[in-house]
Nanobody, 126 residues
Framework: QVQLVESGGGLVQAGGSLRLSCAASGRMFNDYLVAWFRQAPGKERQFVASIIWSGGVTYDTDFAKGRFTISRDNAKNTVYLQMSSLKPEDTAVYYC???????????????????WGQGTQVTVSS
């Protein structure tokens, strides 16, 4: 079993920055894929970025490129999402998710992930 706990959300003005953290516990293996998703009210859960737990491979989306950076600190069992130049449309609950990916394959659909955190709210004011 894997447990994921997000933190770092909050209220920020447009153009500001936030760093989200996803602390993992339980049996995390080097071939696990850890992802960030977000869900705005009335919308489907949306893939943001992912990283292989052992590092070296990341995936992100067009809207995240240049603004969001995913990274991990294995010593702290934590994956981060550094967000900058935030916009009001980035307002959402941000979730951390994980699943095995032995071939380092790319998974972007929420239904493909096995483990989820409880989410952290990010609100960007204009």
């Amino acid at each position: 079993q894997v447990q994921l706990v997000e933190s770092g959300g909050g209220l920020v003005q447009a153009g500001g920055s936030l760093r989200l953290s996803c602390a993992a516990s339980g049996r995390m293996f080097n071939d696990y894929l850890v992802a960030w998703f977000r869900q705005a009210p009335g919308k489907e859960r949306q893939f943001v970025a992912s990283i292989i737990w052992s590092g070296g491979v990341t995936y992100d989306t067009d809207f995240a490129k240049g603004r969001f950076t995913i990274s991990r600190d294995n010593a702290k069992n934590t994956v981060y999402l550094q967000m900058s130049s935030l916009k009001p449309e980035d307002t959402a609950v941000y979730y951390c998710a994980a699943r095995p990916s032995p071939n380092r394959a790319y998974y972007y659909r929420a239904m493909e992930y096995d483990y989820w955190g409880q989410g952290t709210q990010v609100t960007v004011s204009s």
